[in-house]
């Protein structure tokens, strides 16, 4: 399925750290100095926000 949103071109190059527990990638490569990230999954549309507070809350 397409996405409705552009991609960053920074996120060709986001790092990812896999290990046996599962990957990790850093939030700030994923947020692109951005408050805010819409994530396509199964056709609903999230989003992963920075909080004021440094916190991440993902919404649907």
């Not at 060709?12 to 990790?24: F, L, M």
């Not at 999230?46 to 916190?55: D, P, S």
């Amino acid at each position: 399925m397409p996405c409705e949103f552009p991609m960053p071109k920074s996120a060709e190059n986001i790092p990812v750290t896999i290990n046996t527990g599962g990957r990790y990638v850093d939030s700030a490569a994923l947020l692109d100095d951005q408050r805010e990230l819409l994530i396509r999954h199964r056709g609903d549309t999230y989003r992963l926000r920075l909080t004021g507070t440094g916190k991440l809350i993902l919404i649907k």
